[in-house]
């Protein structure tokens, strides 16, 4: 083969290179920075209008190995949990001969009214015992912690409250900065709830939000991380999912093939000419 029958296949190889990693790779993927979309609250009891149900429980069975409290941490299956406790080793003080600590987190129907504000989400059980049932206690010098995630995830201010003897009590709660999320340290377990100061809002003003919010939705979708945004209808010629006009991806095709049919009659035409 000549110089110039090598050149003209070897380009137009490489052309059918491109073109097929154009065709298998389309576009890069996109990438989403910033801020992560919540996910949308779940009540056990959803207030109207339009609220998510289906607020899940957790529970485990953890083995305590040499009778020493292991590291325990049970969270909600939500994405950005909405209940969580966590101990760390030799957190928990364990009744004489506990071979496991069993830890259930559950969404509960709230009973009271707190006197300092109202509740912002769902009520939930932490129940930490040993095999036999028997309830298991931290001291406090252990820092054990509960987590909690408020319904609103802009809340300016609230506190972690456990129900005891019918009245809410606060806590030391302090917010996480991210998604309403609020955080308390304790050394029993029970009945707690996000609560917020200032009176429960109305029925009209939630609707009034909710469908703001469902305007806003409408205006402006909002991107997930992982899924493209959907593109907005136009009359523009079709395009192929690389955002390329239809015609094009054949159209290379094709001058690929004739490029690599010339360098191959370029070459047979050299032979015989002794070149």
């Known amino acids: 083969m000549t110089r110039r029958g090598a ?44 609220q998510h149900g289906g607020a899940k429980g957790a529970a485990a069975v953890i083995p305590v190995p040499g009778g020493k409290s292991p590291f325990v941490a049970v969270a909600t299956p939500e994405l950005e949990p909405q209940a969580q406790m966590e101990a760390p080793p030799e957190g928990l003080t364990l009744p004489p001969g506990t071979t496991t600590i069993k830890v259930s987190i559950e969404p509960i129907p709230g009973e009271g009214i707190p006197t300092d504000g109202h509740i912002d989400g769902n009520v939930y059980r932490f129940t930490v015992t040993d095999q036999s049932g028997t309830p298991i206690t931290a001291p406090a010098s252990a820092e054990v ?25 606060p806590s030391n709660a302090s917010s996480s900065d991210f998604g309403g999320t609020f955080l308390a340290t304790v ?78 009659r370029a070459t047979r035409h050299s032979r015989r000419k002794g070149w």
């Open 7 to 50: 050149t003209v296949s070897a380009l137009g190889t490489g052309m059918l290179v491109i073109l097929a990693a154009r065709l298998l790779v389309p576009s890069a993927p996109p990438l989403y920075d910033g801020v992560v979309p919540l996910e949308a609250y779940h009540w056990l009891d959803p207030p109207p209008p339009g």
């Open 145 to 169: 912690s509960i987590v909690l995630r408020a319904a609103h995830p802009t809340l300016p201010k609230a506190t972690i409250e456990r129900y005891v003897d019918g009245t809410w009590q």
């Open 187 to 264: 050394t029993d377990f029970g009945d707690f709830a996000v609560v917020v100061p200032g009176p429960a809002p109305s029925t009209s003003s939630s609707a009034a939000a909710t469908a703001s919010s469902a305007e806003s939705a409408t205006a402006a979708p909002v991107a997930t991380p992982g899924v493209p945004p959907t593109p907005p209808a136009s009359n523009t010629a079709a395009t192929d999912d690389s955002g390329l006009p239809g015609w094009l991806l054949p159209a290379l095709a094709v001058l690929a093939l004739g490029v690599i049919t010339i360098g191959y």
